[in-house]
């Protein structure tokens, strides 16, 4: 089963950074994707950035150019880097797993990276909030 923890969570005014990490684990003996997610007040969860054991990546277009995923095994540890953050950015972020006998990137190709229900592992979350 994959343990998943997530920090780094915090309030930040617009056009600052943050990162989140997660540290992860029984993930690295099969094939895995690690994702984050968020959900805002009042919003669905929606898929933010995932990358998976073949090294592709894939993120939401309201992000792209400003946030990056990426994954350090030696450390068992996933991070997001945040930059230029807007208020629209505000919402409590999650780290997710799925684990499988492919990469999920070559199952369900980049958007399906970001769909909800490919993941079954599932972190508590750590709220970020952007606001001046």
């Known amino acids: 089963e994959v343990q998943l923890a997530e920090s780094g969570g915090g309030s930040v005014q617009p056009g600052g950074s943050l990162r989140l990490s997660c540290v992860a684990s029984g993930y690295t003996d099969m094939s895995y994707c690690l994702a984050w997610f968020r959900q805002g007040p009042g919003q669905e969860r929606e898929g933010v950035a995932a990358?998976?054991?073949?090294?592709?990546?894939s993120y939401a277009d309201s992000v792209k150019g400003r946030f990056t995923i990426s994954l350090d095994n030696a450390k068992n540890t996933l991070y997001l880097q945040m930059n230029d953050l807007r208020p629209e950015d505000t919402a409590k972020y999650y780290c997710a797993a799925d684990i499988g006998f492919a990469p999920l990137g070559r199952l369900v190709g980049l958007p399906g990276m970001l769909a909800a229900r490919e993941y079954a592992s599932w972190g508590q979350g750590t709220q970020v909030t952007v606001s001046s």
């Open positions: 990358v998976d054991s073949d090294g592709t990546s």
